[in-house]
Nanobody, 124 residues
Framework: QVQLVESGGGLVQAGGSLRLSCAAS????????MGWFRQAPGKEREFVAT????????DYADSVKGRFTISRDNAKNTVYLQMNGLKPEDTAIYVC?????????????????WGQGTQVTVSS
């Protein structure tokens, strides 16, 4: 079993920055890719970013490319999402997920463990 606990969400003004953290436990963290997804009320869950097991490869949704950076510290069993240049449309619950594969993937079906989510609200 895997437990994922997100932190770092909050309220920020447009143009501001925020760093989310996701602490993992329960299995070999370094063997699996990790991802961030988000969901706003009335909208479907959408992919945000993913990072490979080793941290050597990353992929991002077009909507956040150039603004967000995903990283991981395998020694700490933690994955991060640095969010810069935040926009009101980034407002959502951000959820960390652990994949069943070691390579980057934007497919939600490739993730079998999910955190509880942390709220990010960007005001205009």
């Amino acid at each position: 079993q895997v437990q994922l606990v997100e932190s770092g969400g909050g309220l920020v003004q447009a143009g501001g920055s925020l760093r989310l953290s996701c602490a993992a436990s329960g299995r070999t963290f370094s063997s699996y890719a990790m991802g961030w997804f988000r969901q706003a009320p009335g909208k479907e869950r959408e992919f945000v970013a993913t990072i490979s097991a080793t941290g050597g490869n990353t992929d991002y949704a077009d909507s956040v490319k150039g603004r967000f950076t995903i990283s991981r510290d395998n020694a700490k069993n933690t994955v991060y999402l640095q969010m810069n240049g935040l926009k009101p449309e980034d407002t959502a619950i951000y959820v960390c997920a652990s994949a069943t594969v070691p390579y980057t993937t934007a497919r939600a079906m490739r993730y079998n463990y999910w955190g509880q989510g942390t709220q990010v609200t960007v005001s205009s």
